[in-house]
């Protein structure tokens, strides 16, 4: 079954560096990958989709690629505030006929002023 | 943009009542609704998933008749969990497919506490 892995539990960074996150996909390409910001004790928040066929996409100052050679997706932060401080999940669907999002642990992002 | 809307935020329970969580698409009508469990410092775990007017699936190790799910309407989905343990503390959420945009529509999410 598909599994998604965020192996950084914890990236600390300094006020406007770039902050750079790796998520990877085990099994199938999945046709989107989606990226969520969580804040503690909230619900996910909706940030980037990403399709199969798509390299990148950007959206203000986050930008997103997506590696199907090498089952990746990376998620960047320029220009990094500390309201940026929040643990960041990607996302695919279940199946490949699902409709369900499964999740990676997360990537817990500090940046210090 | 889409909103979910999850009652309570929090709940202390006693052990052994039944809980009743609530989700509700404010401004859309979802078809499908998804229950989350996620416990300190892990990711969201996939409980269920809930569409309108048929009987929730779920997952595997999902008791599913400790965790009752009702999608009675496009824009309600509830979760119930009987006869609550201290084991089923965890804050759980909500989600929404259907919503305006490419994402899904999480819910704030409810804490559970259980005595």
């Known amino acids: 079954s598909q599994k998604i892995e965020q192996n950084s539990e914890a990236l600390n960074i300094q006020e406007g560096k770039t902050a750079t996150l790796t998520c990877n996909y085990t099994?199938?390409?999945?046709?989107?990958l989606q990226w969520y910001r969580q804040d503690p004790g909230r619900g996910p928040v909706f940030l980037l989709l990403?399709?199969?066929?798509?390299k990148e996409k950007r959206k203000e100052r986050l930008k997103v690629t997506f590696d199907t050679t090498l089952k990746q997706s990376l998620f960047h932060i320029t220009a990094s505030q500390p309201a940026d401080s929040a643990t960041y999940l990607c996302?695919?669907?279940?199946?490949?006929?699902?409709?369900?999002?499964?999740f990676g642990k997360g990537t817990t992002l500090s940046v210090s002023s | 943009g889409a909103v979910v809307s999850q009652h309570p935020s929090w709940v202390i329970c006693k052990s052994g009542t039944s809980v009743k969580i609530e989700c509700r698409s404010l401004?859309?009508?979802?078809?499908?609704m998804f229950w989350y469990r996620q416990f300190p410092k892990q990711s969201l775990m996939l409980m269920a998933t809930?569409?309108?007017?048929?009987?929730?699936?779920?997952e595997q190790g999902v008791e599913k008749d400790k965790f009752l799910i009702n999608h009675a309407s496009l824009t309600l989905s509830t979760l119930t969990v009987t006869s609550a343990h201290p084991e089923d503390s965890s804050f759980y959420i909500c989600?929404?497919?259907?919503?305006?945009?490419?994402?899904?529509?999480f819910g704030s999410g409810t804490r559970l506490t259980v005595v």
């Open positions: 989600s929404a497919s259907g919503g305006p945009g490419d994402g899904y529509t």
């Open positions: 401004d859309f009508q979802a078809t499908t």
């Open positions: 099994n199938y390409s999945p046709a989107y």
């Open positions: 996302a695919c669907l279940e199946g490949e006929a699902g409709t369900a999002l499964i």
């Open positions: 990403i399709r199969e066929n798509e």
């Open positions: 809930s569409n309108e007017g048929s009987k929730a699936t779920y």
